[in-house]
């Protein structure tokens, strides 16, 4: 059953306050589940879409029904019962017991400058037009530590962003630099590279440890002009539990697992983890980064997901040779 399937059989008007039909009795106008304003909200009857005037929220009906504790009201054929439970405790504990999920934005560092050509991106990495539009890309002469790197942009909304990250600007990288320079003061574990992406219609994501394999993802299958299917990197081969709140709110049930061939250990706990609140699927890349994969090579990787418990039995932890 799809999302938009599922929308039209939940009758939402259970897991809401009083309210009023609204426009020719196709919205229903109540108080707002996030900001409490009375009057304010609008959910569409029929895509159970939902949008508040005055704090702005919207999103879909997987979202809607995490936030009021409604889960219930979703359908057994799209969502597994035994995971509602686990899913409304993660999602309704208090600030003291799990750290606030909210995002904090920042301005782009001081100097920062968006760029569509650069000669590692485009000649290593095969950038496109296209690319530099999907991915902000930025450079900065005032930032010392992005000297000769080049900086992607995470979770840009507007005119803020929620961290960068630094990647030397060269295929390899001289001694004693470091390849990739995350700037102090961020929280890369409450960010999810891509998640901007993220949208009502998101039924599902991909997880992938870098900023690259993302990119290679999205190229690979397709995924850049919709939203529906939504690769995420989180910055290496672990996810925190702040991620997956974050996913968790925006209503997210179905997580494809993506890692690196080297991190067999890491993947089967983090699977067993998903397991809990998500749909899960995994598999790791045989042999090299999804970012260094052919295509051909990419697509074998996603023929051949598997259960949780299928990995955790059958993927061999690779023994290191002296
Ligand atoms: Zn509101």
Redesign the pocket.
Known sequence: MTLREMATQVDIREALPDGNLSSMNREWNTD?P??G?SG??YVNLQSKLFF?Q??K?KGGVMRLLTRVGRLDLVPDTYIDRNRVQARLEIVGQKEDQLADVTMHYVHRPVGWKRINKNKYLDEYRRFTAKDYEVYEVGESDFVPQLQNRIAFAIEPDGDRIGAYIGRWAAKVTPPGKLRYWNPYGFDFGRLLYGFEGVQADTEAVILVEGVFDKIAVDRCLGLQDQSRLVCLATFGNRVTRLQIRRLLDAGINRVYLVYDHDAVREIKHTACELNRYFTVEVNHTSGKDPDECTPAELIAVFDRLQSPETYYRNALIPLKIK
């Open positions: 707002c996030w900001c304003k304010h909200f508040c005055r704090c929220e």
